[in-house]
Nanobody
Framework: EVHLVESGGGLVEPGGSLTLSCVAS????????MTWGHQVAGKDIERVAT????????MYRDSVKDRFTVSRDNAKDTMYLKLNSLKSEDTAVYYC?????WGRGTQVTVSS
């Protein structure tokens, strides 16, 4: 059974930074592409960033390009999302996904 645990969320001021982590278990992590998504209250989950199994190929939602960076460490079964220059509209629950499984998410709140 796939198990994904996100962490690293919190309250940050506009312009600030956070690094989110997603630790996976129950899968052979190194063969799967991974996704970060976020969900604003009352809306559906939106894909924010994807990374292939090697970590060499990445894609980003337009609204986060040049501000967010996705990476992974296959030796640690962990994916990361570095969030820079945060805006109030980045406030959401951030989830990681592999195959059809999602974690429980970590809340990011951007507010002064």
């Amino acid at each position: 059974e796939v198990h994904l645990v996100e962490s690293g969320g919190g309250l940050v001021e506009p312009g600030g930074s956070l690094t989110l982590s997603c630790v996976a278990s129950g899968i052979t992590f190194s063969i799967y592409g991974m996704t970060w998504g976020h969900q604003v209250a009352g809306k559906d989950i939106e894909r924010v960033a994807t990374i292939d199994n090697t970590g060499r190929n990445k894609m980003y939602r337009d609204s986060v390009k040049d501000r967010f960076t996705v990476s992974r460490d296959n030796a640690k079964d962990t994916m990361y999302l570095k969030l820079n220059s945060l805006k109030s509209e980045d406030t959401a629950v951030y989830y990681c996904q592999v195959s059809k499984s999602w974690g429980r998410g970590t809340q990011v709140t951007v507010s002064s």
